[in-house]
């Protein structure tokens, strides 16, 4: 009976859409550009390099030295081998979905256990500060001291819901073999050169491996911006969006909140990007309460990315739901903490900031404006420039299967 009612779902779903698009093609057009423009000038570029270099660490064995190392740290913390440290931290400095995508890897190479890869994925899955300082502080809010609220809510909660998931199935058995040992770097490099060894393909193979797998998994995470932005378009046309707004309206009045965020904050469940968007261009006299809801949505993560990163981890024997309650847990914290925070760390440093800078000149301080301005100016030509490289490896590879 279950799998009859998923069927009729799934069906019921895509027909929907498929009707959809076609009662509503120029605004569903207009929404998937939109989604593609996100990917080939900012999502692409800015992620590719960690892939291919979180790619390469695994396979010359650098994330098993930097485990060895972090061990008495990760263990305790989060109860995972040190080997999750170099997921969490690639997580924080690249963002959505390194972490689950590196936990996997981590998994497919037997490095952690799938309850330990169930916790390493429920805290590592952070946005970059190439987002929260670049996009959404000074794209969206034009306030650059609103990305170190923001930035300390969000990894600081994140490493909460890390603490709090080391309890999740903290009796079971199957764990990788962590003998209390000192810290040692020639232990650590010995681990780092045996699992080099292991890895019998010569150097050009694993580096087209790593472009290659990198590039799939960026197409697939595009796919998913593209589809998620058609979708909030085609509820928003239907009336479907007004009608959940109005609960989520009412739900945020029960906590002093407007209920003319509940459209913005339904649309940032579904698209962290557009639902910041809109948040910020709603008037108001304080942006406290707009921090919160953008604290909650970042922690959330958004179906899009909970859909990347449930279509990694399918992959995989690791379990989605963890993380997505992880996820609830997450948004809670951040929320919490950004009302905790304000007062110190926006509107006290706001007060001493006015006196000392002007305000012409904050935004072009901060290295993440500049960076993620350079993505911009340079993100197409660094994506056509892998894609065609991908295209190339593919075909050379095809070439080699006739030859043989």
């Known amino acids: 009976m279950k799998s009859i009612f998923k069927t009729l779902l799934f069906s019921g779903i895509t027909v929907f859409i498929t009707f959809s698009l076609i009662r509503f093609p120029d605004p569903a057009l207009e929404a998937s550009i939109r989604g593609l423009n996100l990917w080939w000038e900012v999502v692409f570029p800015s992620l590719l390099p960690f892939f291919i270099a ?20 990760m263990r305790p913390l989060f109860n995972i081998p040190g080997v999750g440290s170099f997921g969490w931290m690639m997580g924080m400095a ?8 590196i936990a996997a890897r981590l998994r497919e190479e037997n490095q952690i256990s ?54 999740y199935k903290r009796n079971d058995k199957h764990h990788t073999s962590d003998k209390k040992q000192a810290v040692s770097l020639k232990r650590a490099f010995r681990e780092m050169h045996r699992t080099r060894v292991r890895d019998k393909r010569p150097f050009g193979e694993i580096l087209g491996d790593a472009v290659l ?13 593209v589809l ?15 009608v959940i707004a109005s609960i989520l309206g009412s739900l945020l009045s029960i906590v002093a909140l407007p209920t003319d965020y509940g459209l913005p904050l339904l649309s940032g469940l579904f698209e962290i990007t557009i639902g910041a968007d809109m948040i910020s261009k709603i008037t108001t006299d304080s942006i406290f309460q707009q921090a919160i809801l953008i604290s909650f949505i970042l922690g959330f993560n958004g179906f899009s990315i909970q859909a990347q990163v449930a279509s990694i981890l399918a992959k995989t024997d690791i379990s989605f739901s963890p993380y997505f309650f992880a996820r609830i847990l997450h948004g809670t ?15 006290d440093r706001q007060v001493v900031e006015m006196k000392d ?24 030509l660094i994506t056509l420039v892998f894609l065609g490289i991908a295209v190339l490896i593919i075909f050379k590879r095809s070439a080699k299967k006739d030859v043989a």
């Open 228 to 242: 998620f932005s058609v979708l909030i378009k085609i509820l928003f046309l239907v009336g479907v969006s007004s």
């Open 94 to 101: 690249s963002g959505y979905p390194t972490g689950a995508k």
């Open 357 to 380: 800078m002007p305000v012409s000149g904050a935004a072009s301080d901060n290295v993440w404006v500049t960076v993620y301005n350079t993505i911009q100016d340079t993100g197409p």
């Open 54 to 73: 979180a790619e390469l660490l695994i396979s010359f064995g650098v994330v098993k030295f930097v485990g060895v190392l972090f061990e008495p740290i």
């Open 114 to 167: 799938k309850v330990e890869a169930e916790r390493l994925v429920s805290f590592t899955n952070n946005s970059s500060p190439l987002f929260i300082f670049g996009a959404l502080s000074v794209g969206f809010f034009h306030d650059p001291k609103l990305g170190i609220l923001l930035a300390t809510c969000h990894y600081f909660g994140n490493a909460i819901v890390g603490f709090i998931m080391r309890f």
């Open 333 to 347: 914290i951040a929320s919490l903490l950004a009302i905790i925070l304000y007062k110190p760390l926006y509107l």
């Open 213 to 225: 797998n990198s590039i799939k998994t960026l197409v697939m995470v595009g796919g998913f911006i």
